[in-house]
């Protein structure tokens, strides 16, 4: 258990000294801190299973854990390499929707255990709601001069995927407390994704919000992790 705890600090420290570089200048030695913050967060996941047991739920989120970091790199390089900017903006968002997908997985088996009657409802309320956020935001990024150009449908599909597994993971904390953790998570997740869309799509390049994002953004995973550790 201290093991895992430890890891979750470093990758929150390493992910600070990632944020001084990263607002002076995009870099390889950046990009490796980034990296790392990653790997440490992972670790923390692995120690997790070793403490409770290798469990197909706890496994599913190590891989999601593990998208997240080929999404960390390939956005960054997106950073990095600007005339590749958009190939770089695909790869990443797909690799965070497909780690979405083996989260929603790992929780679709955690409620089965708990109470298998709420996919029927919880599932299609949560799509709906997320419809409606996404909707919301495409309307009030247009107030922020928010421009998507290209990548609208990107944006759109993985708002709404991102979206969905909050409200679903809200509703699966109802039935289950400790899956509060989870839902924070996601919660953390999606601001430092509207956050990240700010700089992206609405020229916001203040120092301040590569700190936010990234941030938050490590925080969310770093709680997933976490909640193997206590929630399974």
Not at 37 to 47: D, K, T
Not at 117 to 135: D, E, F, H, S
Not at 201 to 226: D, R, T, V
């Amino acid at each position: 258990m201290i093991g895992s705890i430890i890891f979750i600090v470093l990758s929150m420290l390493l992910c600070v000294a990632f944020c001084f570089l990263r607002a002076q200048k995009a870099t390889g030695f950046s990009l490796t801190l980034k990296i790392l913050s990653s790997i440490a967060f992972i670790f923390a996941g692995i120690l997790a299973l070793r403490v409770i047991g290798f469990s197909t739920i706890g496994i599913l989120i190590l891989v999601g854990l593990i998208c997240g970091l080929a999404g960390d790199i390939l956005l960054d390089l997106k950073i990095m390499y600007p005339e590749h900017n958009n190939a770089y903006f695909y790869s990443g968002t797909a690799s965070f929707a497909v780690g979405h997908a083996f989260y929603f997985t790992a929780v679709v088996l955690y409620i089965i255990n708990i109470n298998t009657m709420m996919l029927a409802w919880a599932i299609p309320v949560a799509l709906v709601l997320a419809g409606l956020a996404t909707l919301a935001i495409m309307l009030s990024s247009k107030k922020m001069n928010m421009e998507f150009g290209s990548v609208k449908w990107a944006v759109i599909s993985y708002s709404i995927i991102l979206t969905f597994m909050f409200f679903f993971s809200v509703f699966v904390a109802i039935y289950s407390p400790i899956f509060w953790i989870f839902a924070g998570g996601m919660l953390i997740f999606l601001l430092s994704d509207l956050v990240l869309s700010m700089q992206y799509f609405g020229g916001k390049s203040q120092k301040i919000f590569i700190y936010i994002n990234h941030i938050l953004y490590y925080l969310a995973q770093n709680m997933f992790a976490l909640f193997i550790l206590l929630g399974l």
